[in-house]
């Protein structure tokens, strides 16, 4: 079972290494560049079996350092950033949770972890995905300035999906403009 | 603007047989034109032995009171119920108030058909205005009564009717601590609902190809957002080649040929364009900035979207060849999520006025730029024309956290609700014209 699940961890970075849709920063002083063609080859579809997103698992046979994300002394054991309506920048009092999260995740450097992106349920579902993605990216960059590898977060967006908290009221909605850091072995 | 506030109820499912098909959703019209146009539609005479296959003139009847555009007459005030023209009375019509008059009869024929036999008068001035004889089978019983509608509908204002059409929704069910999502397709009245697909995890913006024969939608099933394009016949299902994060929001060119769609590469959410034949994707829009919910234009040379490149979100429309995309929307601190009207006049959105806490259905006039307000909800979203552009589904929150949907006409005058059985119900699609 490990094994496999190994394999398939390297074999979807495999992929993403070869499927050379890196893309360039988009420099906003310059005009908009012509429109271009993705052909098939420059960007490969990840294959069914890969792409199922549980492909991430614990590479560590014993996984109780994890124990740690539940003291509740512990930085760590906060693992939601909130945001405001409409806003993707991760405030700065969660300076002191996500620096001790990158300092775990490069610790334990075969440790993964999964930022589900999530917005509230004002607004329209689209619109709130690509929201939930764009706060993903944000703790990741924040993540990822402190030093964690880019191999070990991986980012998903369930949009106004899959509430935390049910309400039609601000009290609900702001509990459900978070990120969450899900990681794996747990 | 004037209304009147009539609390409505049509009970669909009466007077039918043990073959139909309970409805999923069902109508109540809260709001009508005042003007609404009196009609009376008569039992049709049944030719055959044994039992009714159905009550037609019942589901013609529906149909035209649900348009909000008329006022039927109910049947115990009909002092005469006439089968043939030589059996028409004009000056009792008249007297009762009525406008026009519908009569018709059902003839069986060999091997589970019929043939319908129906007419349309103009009690005012004492004319016929249609005859039709159609030959049916059985069980397109009540697609035949629809279509009956549409012709009268049509034959009446002018505007072509959108009864025999159909709605695509997503149902949510909450199993314990599970949800139970459906994509469902039901009739325009909500009868006949048909499951798709049943997953636990989200399904979101169903999109009806042009000919009506396939339906694009995202699902969560593999915990990432991917784009399944469903045949509605068949059942057999594809996936668009998907990449990293979010593949999402297929919108169909109006030639069917492609498919909008937004895809973020976990990098950012752009807009591209997919060629169902080539199989090649298309980049239209590069901004860092969230850019989703693509639409096409109906001559399918533009794609109307929403960005928040200017701060918050807004209206823009870009070449579907791609280049410099321009705002649309001005009015508002949020307009999103998009639908071209038909006739290319009217953009149908989400929108929050500046300083208000409601998300609620607007239409923006391409032309002078202005919006008005057709809804009244605090979370009304996936607002969705239907294929005559007179009425606009959408989602709507509902009592104890459920989502139903309503429906509002594009003048926001007439105003429906689809109470749902059980669970909650969004992400309505209306189909488009049925292809006969």
Same mark, same amino acid.
């Not at chain 2, 204002?157 to 469902?184: H, N, Q, S, W």
């Given at each position: 079972?490990k ?6 961890i ?6 993403a ?6 893309e360039k920063?988009v420099d ?9 063609t ?16 549980n ?9 109780s350092?994890?124990e ?6 512990s930085p760590l ?19 002191p949770?996500l620096d001790?999260h990158a300092?775990?995740l490069?610790?334990?450097a ?6 589900e992106g999530?917005?509230d349920?004002r607004?329209t579902?689209?619109?709130n995905l690509?929201?939930?993605e ?5 703790v990741r960059?924040y993540?990822?300035?402190l ?9 998903v ?5 899959n509430?935390?908290?049910?309400g039609?009221n ?8 978070r ?8 | 603007?004037?209304r009147?506030?009539?609390?409505f ?9 043990a ?10 019209v809260t709001?009508?034109?005042?003007d609404?146009?009196p009609i ?5 005479q049944?030719?055959?032995k ?13 149909d035209?009171?649900?348009?909000g555009?008329f006022k ?7 002092s ?5 023209p030589?059996?028409?009375?004009f @000056?009792?019509?008249k ?5 026009y008059?519908?009569?018709?009869s059902?003839?069986p024929k060999e ?11 103009d009690?005012?001035?004492k004319?016929?205005?249609a ?13 035949? @009564?629809?279509r009956i ?18 709605? @695509?929704?997503?149902t949510?069910?909450?199993?314990k ?18 499951t798709m697909?049943t ?7 169903? *999109? ?5 024969d396939?339906i ?11 784009i ?11 996936r ?5 994060g979010?593949n ?8 069917g040929r492609k498919? @909008?769609?937004v895809l973020?590469?976990?990098?950012n959410p ?6 169902l034949?080539s199989r090649?994707?298309?980049r ?6 969230i850019d ?8 399918g040379?533009?794609i109307?979207f929403?960005?928040?490149?200017g701060?918050s ?13 321009k705002?649309v929307?001005f ?6 999520r ?10 149908v ?19 002078t730029?202005?919006?008005l307000?057709?809804?009244?909800g ?8 239907s294929?005559?552009?007179r009425m606009?589904?959408?989602?709507t ?5 459920r989502?139903?949907l ?10 429906q ?10 992400e309505? *699609? ?7």
């Amino acid at each position: 079972m490990k094994i496999k699940s190994l394999t398939m961890i390297l074999l979807a970075g495999t992929l993403a290494a070869c499927s050379g849709t890196e893309e360039k920063p988009v420099d906003q002083n310059t005009p908009l560049p012509e429109v271009e063609t993705v052909e098939d080859e420059a960007i490969t579809a990840i294959p069914d079996d890969v792409d199922d997103g549980n492909a991430i698992d614990g590479g560590s046979d014993d996984l109780s350092f994890l124990e740690i994300l539940d003291d509740p002394t512990s930085p760590l054991s906060n693992t939601t950033v909130y945001f405001g309506f409409d806003q993707h920048d991760v405030s700065g009092e969660y300076a002191p949770t996500l620096d001790a999260h990158a300092a775990f995740l490069m610790e334990h450097a075969d440790l993964q972890v999964v930022l589900e992106g999530y917005a509230d349920e004002r607004g329209t579902p689209e619109y709130n995905l690509a929201l939930g993605e764009k706060r993903a990216i944000a703790v990741r960059d924040y993540l990822q300035v402190l030093g964690v590898s880019a191999n070990q977060i991986e980012m998903v967006s369930y949009g106004e999906e899959n509430p935390v908290a049910e309400g039609h009221n601000e009290a609900a909605w702001a509990q459900n403009r978070r990120v969450k850091l899900a990681y794996s072995g747990r | 603007m004037i209304r009147v506030n009539v609390f409505f109820i049509l009970v669909v499912l009466c007077g039918f047989n043990a073959a139909v098909v309970k409805a999923d959703l069902t109508f109540v019209v809260t709001d009508y034109v005042e003007d609404a146009i009196p009609i009376a539609v008569v039992p049709f005479q049944w030719k055959g032995k044994g039992q009714l296959p159905g009550d037609m003139a019942k589901v013609i009847d529906s149909d035209l009171s649900r348009s909000g555009q008329f006022k039927s007459m109910s049947r115990n005030k009909m002092s005469s119920k006439p089968h043939s023209p030589s059996d028409v009375q004009f @000056a009792q019509w008249k007297r009762q108030g009525m406008d026009y008059l519908v009569i018709g009869s059902i003839t069986p024929k060999e091997a589970s058909r019929y043939s319908i036999r129906f007419y349309l008068y103009d009690v005012i001035k004492k004319t016929q205005v249609a005859a039709y004889t159609l030959p049916i089978h059985r069980r397109v019983f009540r697609k035949a @009564a629809h279509r009956i509608s549409d012709i009268i509908y049509q034959k009446i204002t002018g505007e072509k009717g959108a009864f025999d059409t159909r709605i @695509a929704y997503v149902t949510v069910e909450k199993r314990k601590k599970r949800r139970l999502y459906r994509l469902k397709i039901a009739d325009s009245d909500g009868h006949n609902p048909k499951t798709m697909i049943t997953k636990s995890n989200s399904i979101l913006s169903p *999109a009806w190809s042009p000919k009506g024969d396939k339906i694009a939608y995202v699902s969560f099933e593999t915990r990432r957002p991917r784009i399944y394009i469903q045949e509605v016949a068949t059942g057999k299902r594809t996936r668009l080649p998907s990449f990293k994060g979010i593949n999402s929001a297929p919108s169909w060119s109006p030639d069917g040929r492609k498919l @909008a769609v937004v895809l973020s590469y976990g990098k950012n959410p752009d807009i591209y364009i997919y060629d169902l034949r080539s199989r090649k994707f298309k980049r239209i829009t590069r901004h860092y900035g969230i850019d989703t919910e693509p639409t096409w234009t109906p001559d399918g040379k533009s794609i109307v979207f929403t960005s928040d490149r200017g701060g918050s979100p807004q209206i823009y429309e870009v070449a579907a060849t791609g280049g410099r995309a321009k705002r649309v929307s001005f009015e508002g601190s949020y307009n999103a999520r998009p639908r071209v009207s038909p006739d290319s006049r009217k953009i149908v959105m989400v929108h929050r006025d500046r300083g208000s806490k409601k998300f609620q259905i607007s239409v923006l006039d391409r032309e002078t730029r202005s919006t008005l307000v057709l809804t009244s909800g605090a979370l009304d979203e996936s607002p969705s024309f239907s294929p005559n552009g007179r009425m606009i589904i959408y989602s709507t929150a509902g009592t104890r956290s459920r989502n139903i949907l309503a429906a509002v006409s594009i003048d926001g005058l007439v105003h429906q609700r689809l109470a749902v059985q059980r669970g909650s119900v969004r992400e309505p *699609a209306w189909s488009p014209f049925s292809r006969r």
